[in-house]
């Protein structure tokens, strides 16, 4: 079946909407960004410790079971990266084993900071997605138009599945992304990306919900989910078999996330999972740059009446430790390569690039619904 694909720019970013069926829609997205997905794969792949500990006799069993957890749980989603494989022309288990890194328990980084806030009638989610700065020119907004479902658009890191960073679906829904660092998996859990693509279907804020709960995952995010119709804001920390959920209330105060445990018991994040060690001291360096930025973001004072304009200062206006804007200076490996504030009050979304190149559109627009 013929895939439609038209390709554009939007605040300096590549941007591809997709539609028609399934399997034919990721292959043909991996043909558009095989450059892309190659560029960004192979850091992971060329990882040679990660290699040896996948040879390992604990790292074959982890990842054994993760693989069958993933392609029990998430058999549609599954079937997408193998198209989007095919499409690509990189090896599917090179695909499937960046995309489960993050559940296996080894050092993965950290990375991105949001807000959510609701005061009736005004409702925010906002998002710093921060990565590397080889992924400069590589990620992408992608809009999918899959037969029979609501379009979605997701910003995209070629090579995973289109679900890890920040996401609004034509159901009216948005959210933010925020990889949590875990120590210790779940040892059944499925595969996160996949639980967190699937998680793009739901048609409210509950039933996204109802699906964190269900699907378990070995590794884990963090969602700062918004729903247009209800104006409802809430984080949920879906981490190592667990979840967590916080809702905005009346009063008006701001959630915050960054890449740290903040409601779960016992959090599968701690440093001192790890004991002493080369792991454990880079583990909890990050960790505490999480923290730090945490307590910028717990500094912040909301306005009477916020704006996008307020929410975009927040997020861009300062480095660390003062903001969470990053910039890879010194020893920080990351940048803020965009920053998308989603006014559900209004009904808009605004994106800035990395150069300060901004745009806003409609919810429905931005969506793919419009």
């Known amino acids: 079946m013929a895939v439609d694909v038209r390709e554009g720019e939007l605040a300096g970013l590549r941007r591809l909407a997709l539609s028609g069926a399934r399997r034919e829609v990721f292959a043909a997205l991996g043909a558009a960004a095989r450059d892309s997905v190659r560029a960004v794969v192979e850091p992971s792949a060329d990882d040679a410790d990660l290699r040896k500990w996948l040879w390992s006799a604990a790292g074959k069993e982890r990842y054994g079971r993760l693989v069958e957890a993933t392609r029990r749980s998430c058999g549609p989603q599954w079937a ?37 806030y609701h005061r009736s009638p005004r409702s925010f989610v906002a998002h710093n ?16 138009a899959l037969d029979g479902q609501a379009p979605v658009t997701a910003l995209w890191y070629p090579g995973f599945l289109t679900a890890n960073a920040f996401t609004a679906t034509g159901h009216g829904l948005v959210w933010g992304v925020n990889h949590i660092p875990v120590v210790r998996p779940e040892p059944t859990g499925a595969g996160r990306h996949f639980v967190a693509r699937a998680l793009q279907e739901a048609p409210t804020l509950d039933a996204a919900l109802a699906h964190l709960r269900a699907r378990p995952t070995a590794g884990g995010y963090t969602y700062t989910i918004g729903e247009r119709a209800s104006g409802r804001v809430v984080v949920v920390e879906a981490v190592a078999g667990r979840v967590a959920v916080r809702e905005a209330g009346p009063d008006g105060a701001l959630l915050w996330h960054t890449n740290h445990l903040r409601h779960l018991p016992d959090p ?8 002493d060690g080369p792991a454990a001291r880079t583990h909890t360096a990050r960790y505490e740059e999480s923290l730090a930025r945490g307590r910028a973001l717990a500094a912040l004072r909301p306005p009477e009446t916020p704006t996008t304009d307020w929410f975009m200062e927040a997020l861009t206006s300062a480095a660390p430790p003062l903001g969470v804007h990053r910039t890879a200076a010194g020893t920080d490996p990351l940048t803020t390569l965009c920053t998308l504030v989603a006014d559900l009050s209004e009904g808009t979304v605004t994106l800035r690039g990395r150069d300060g190149r901004s745009a806003r559109l409609p919810l429905p627009v931005f969506s793919g619904r419009g």
């Open 268 to 275: 599968a994040d701690s440093p001192t999972l790890l004991g």
């Open 80 to 116: 997408e990266l193998a198209a989007l494989a095919g499409g690509s022309g990189v090896g599917f288990e090179e695909l499937l084993v960046t995309n489960l890194r993050g559940d296996l328990g080894v050092e993965d980084g950290t990375g991105c900071s949001d807000l959510g």
């Open 129 to 144: 997605e921060d990565g590397f700065p080889a992924a400069v020119g590589h990620l992408t907004l992608v809009t999918l």
